[in-house]
């Protein structure tokens, strides 16, 4: 089992970058996928990218294609995402989450673990 705390949301400003933390908990973090998803109000939670537990594979929404990048360190049990060039449709709370699943998926259904969320706020 893996707990996980993100950090890092704040409020900003359209073009701006920012990076997101997620920490997790347990000595098992290497058996997980990770990912990171966001959601706003009245909408589905939605994914943004993800990574392989190895770190060697990554897959990314073509919303963020380009100006998001997901990275993992696996020493220290942290999935960081990288947010470059932000536009306020980027506004959202950003969930990180954990995946047992043997491939990289896009599908909120097949993460096992979820964070708390963190507030990121993008203004024009």
């Known amino acids: 089992q893996v707990s996980l705390i993100e950090s890092g949301g704040r409020l900003v400003q359209a073009g701006d970058s920012l990076r997101l933390s997620c920490a997790a908990s347990?000595?098992?973090?290497?058996?997980?996928?990770m990912a990171w998803f966001r959601q706003t109000p009245g909408k589905e939670r939605e994914f943004v990218a993800t990574?392989?537990?190895?770190?060697?594979?990554?897959y990314y929404a073509d919303s963020v294609k380009g100006r998001f990048t997901i990275s993992r360190d696996n020493a220290k049990s942290t999935t960081f995402l990288q947010m470059n060039s932000l536009k306020p449709e980027d506004t959202a709370i950003y969930y990180c989450?954990?995946?047992?699943?043997?491939?990289?998926?896009?599908?909120?259904?097949?993460?096992?673990?979820w964070g708390q969320g963190t507030q990121v706020t993008v203004s024009s």
């Open positions: 989450a954990a995946s047992t699943n043997v491939v990289l998926t896009t599908h909120r259904e097949r993460y096992n673990y």
């Open positions: 347990g000595r098992t973090f290497v058996r997980y996928n």
């Open positions: 990574i392989s537990w190895s770190g060697g594979d990554q």
